[in-house]
């Protein structure tokens, strides 16, 4: 099994077990994409996009990122509150769905890379920005289907001894 192959795993694994624990939906498992060795590291586009960040055993982050409709549905199903619009609440409640996975992802990885930091969610709302990050960085793209739509997680990385 291949690195990204496993953390393709971590990443459902951890989407499947914050479904079960905060989210009375249906969660089916999409396609998986992994950047090409050669090519150098593009953030997501989506219209909506939660940014944590790793450090400490393993660097990179997760993004947890969604059409805007499908990351108020996530966001009013985890809250138990109907939004229309995904700042104050709505957007808190989306970041505390990335800070979970992440958490999850954190916790697999952990028994393998040690201790790995997290930083606060970021959102990122709109497609008219640019993320820049480390060209180096690998990344796998697991991809979810739930009665609120599609969404992706992204685990994003840079592992020493996984690099030529």
Do not use: W
């Not at 999409?30 to 790793?54: A, C, H, L, M, Q």
């Amino acid at each position: 099994m291949t690195l990204k192959t496993e953390f393709a795993g971590l990443i459902k694994d951890a989407v499947h077990e914050m479904f079960s624990a905060y989210l009375v939906m249906e969660l089916e498992n999409g396609p998986t994409v992994s950047k090409k060795d050669d090519d150098d590291y593009r953030p997501p586009s989506s219209e909506v996009t939660v940014v944590i960040n790793f450090s400490g055993g393993i660097n990179g982050g997760i993004h947890l990122a969604a059409p805007l409709h499908s990351a108020i549905e996530l966001a009013s199903a985890f809250s138990g509150e109907a939004y229309d619009s995904i700042v104050g609440e709505a957007g808190d409640g989306f970041g505390e769905l990335a800070n979970i996975a992440a958490g999850g992802v954190q916790t697999r990885l952990g028994t393998r890379f040690g201790n790995i930091n997290l930083t606060p969610p970021t959102l990122i709302t709109g497609t008219d920005y640019k993320m820049q990050y480390k060209s180096n960085f690998d990344s796998v793209k697991q991809y979810f289907k739930c009665d609120a739509g599609l969404f992706f997680v992204e685990f994003f990385f840079y592992v020493q001894q996984f690099k030529r």
